[in-house]
């Protein structure tokens, strides 16, 4: 059961680059999508979400693009600070964020000094 | 900020043992939740709470487990027998009041508990 699939275990990019986190789902009920960031030791902290009636939503650094019709979804964060070095979780929600979560199994960011 | 808080980060029980995982979800949140996730794997749902009852629960979430919000602030997962699989990192999450079915609101989740079966 992959409804959420995030196809790049790892991603290394340099400092002050653009990092972009890729993200697709199958289940087309799926109408809020969130990117959740996650240290070691540590729970999954909300970073940014997105409904189905945006294509963009943007919090300083971060922007998630939403493309339903291809069912992708995109973190982008500039410029990539090595704080921001984490494994990064696309979760999705049916019926406006009030079902479940269903993960991604997650990319592994390093940003690289 | 007001966050998820659990206890223990750590419990190590014998494999057949009862285990009680505790939570203290966001104080002006209704909606709660337990995920866990396996080493390796998704992070995945076992349970949703609202109103004082289940709302939703996964196939994992069979007889073996209960939850239960005791006293208005914490709120529980207990496995009653616990098994070899159930070893795994357990989050609880809780999310605020949905507005009319148009919430779009995030779930925050705490640190977890580590729950390792011998």
């Known amino acids: 059961d992959q409804q959420v699939k995030q196809n790049s275990p790892s991603l290394s990019v340099q400092e002050g680059r653009i990092s972009i986190l890729n993200c697709d789902y199958t289940n087309s009920m799926f109408d809020y999508f969130l990117w959740y960031k996650k240290y070691p030791a540590e729970g999954p902290t909300f970073l940014i979400s997105i409904s189905s009636i945006k294509d963009k939503n943007e919090d300083g650094r971060f922007t998630v693009f939403l493309n339903k019709s291809a069912k992708h979804l995109s973190l982008h964060i500039v410029p990539s600070q090595p704080g921001d070095s984490a494994v990064y979780f696309c979760?999705?929600?049916?019926?406006?964020?009030?079902?479940?979560?269903?993960f991604g199994k997650g990319t592994r960011l390093s940003v690289i000094a | 900020e007001p966050e998820v808080t659990q206890t223990p980060s750590h419990q190590v029980t014998q494999m057949g043992q009862e285990v009680i995982l505790r939570c203290v979800p966001i104080?002006?949140?209704?909606?709660f939740y337990w995920y866990r996730q396996i080493l390796g794997q998704k992070v995945e749902f076992l349970v949703s709470f609202y109103n004082n009852e289940i709302s939703e629960k996964s196939e994992i979430f069979d007889d073996q487990f209960s939850v239960e919000r005791p006293d208005g602030s914490n709120f529980t997962l207990k496995i009653r027998s616990t098994k070899l699989e159930d070893s795994a990192m357990y989050f609880c999450a809780s999310m605020i009041e949905d507005y009319g079915g148009y919430s779009n609101q995030p779930q925050h989740f705490g640190d977890g508990t580590r729950l390792s079966i011998l």
């Open positions: 104080s002006n949140h209704l909606y």
């Open positions: 979760a999705a929600s049916a019926n406006s964020g009030n079902t479940p979560l269903v």
